[in-house]
């Protein structure tokens, strides 16, 4: 896949684009059948798969006091997009200058001009331009006097008795409330976060026999706390794990931190980064009356995630 961060850098033109646009937060199963429909079109025209997003999220731009985490950081978003197959993934810096583009010039000099497409895919509701004026009946205006097709793609349900559809809102509501083994359906994949390995407090091993690896995240949307049984990436391996999303309310000096601790793992992986899959919740967070007692309920915690978990 090749990836184009500027617009100024498409010096040349690819044959016969077919192109889906949008912020694509999560890859999930939904944006992956428009994926999927961009690519059969374009092979039909014997012609370039393209997808067209934004960096940073455009909420970040036009409503910096809303704060909006993300199921997918950048690396990830292009990895899902890649892997699905897609020839070229235009990355735009979104910024207001940007936002001021209005529908009608989004169209004939980004989308015409410049990128010559053939063929657009959207959702049902997809909208565009400066104040969101662009819509579907536009494209279609546009598309009937200047040659190119526009197709309008049906939204995924969560399931097949569910009129719900698949949409990166109702992701974040799961994984908000701690359900995140109802995440997959949605999202095609366990939901995962990624960071890497930074010092802690020295307390897991050397208090609760029970060694961790913190990391911090960034902007990516984190599960309810609590505790949960997850499935570890880490030096180009996978292994069964524990992790403690919270405030370690018996301790006195409480911090929110992330902590897993990976099974039968004992290499040191500070600075290196880790993928931790969440496969289901087995707790909430508490507060235990002892360190002894806390340790107690990690040792269960960690009995009960080996027995959930498969063989990686």
């Not at 207001?96 to 063929?119: P, W």
């Not at 949605?186 to 407090?201: E, K, T």
């Not at 897991?204 to 505790?227: F, M, Q, S």
Request: net charge positive; proline share 5%.
């Amino acid at each position: 896949m090749q990836l184009i961060n500027n617009i100024d850098n498409f010096k040349i033109k690819y044959k016969n684009p077919v192109i889906t646009i949008g912020n694509f937060d999560g890859v999930h199963l939904g944006h992956q059948a428009l994926l999927h429909e961009v690519i059969e079109k374009a092979e039909e025209l014997n012609g370039t798969s393209m997808v067209m997003t934004f960096e940073p999220h455009p909420t970040r731009v036009l409503k910096p006091d809303y704060y909006l985490p993300l199921i997918t950081l950048y690396e990830q978003k292009v990895e899902l997009i890649e892997k699905s197959g897609i020839d070229v993934l235009v990355c735009l810096p979104f910024n207001r200058k940007f936002a001021s583009i209005t529908a009608d010039d989004f169209i004939d000099n980004l989308l015409l001009e410049t990128i010559a497409i053939k063929a657009i895919v959207v959702g049902k509701d997809y909208s565009f331009g400066k104040n969101r004026e662009g819509n579907i009946s536009l494209l279609k205006k546009h598309a009937s006097q200047k040659g190119f097709e526009v197709i309008v793609s049906n939204w995924i349900p969560v399931s097949g008795n569910c009129p719900v559809r698949i949409s990166s809102t109702k992701i974040r509501e799961l994984v908000l409330d701690g359900k995140v083994e109802e995440v997959p359906q949605l999202l095609g994949r366990f939901y995962q976060i990624r960071g890497m390995v930074v010092p802690g407090r020295n307390r897991g091993g050397r208090l609760l026999g029970c060694p961790t690896a913190n990391i911090n995240l960034k902007d990516e949307l984190c599960p309810k706390r609590g505790v949960y049984a997850v499935i570890v990436e880490c030096l180009n391996c996978k292994y069964k794990g524990v992790a403690n999303i919270g405030y370690s309310p018996t301790f006195t000096d409480q911090q929110f931190t992330v902590e897993v601790h990976i099974l039968n793992f004992n290499k040191d992986i500070y600075e290196h980064q880790i993928r931790v899959n969440f496969i289901t919740r087995i707790r909430d967070e508490k507060k235990f009356s002892n360190i002894n007692e806390l340790a107690e309920q990690i040792k269960k915690d960690i009995k009960k995630a080996d027995a959930i978990l498969p063989d990686p």
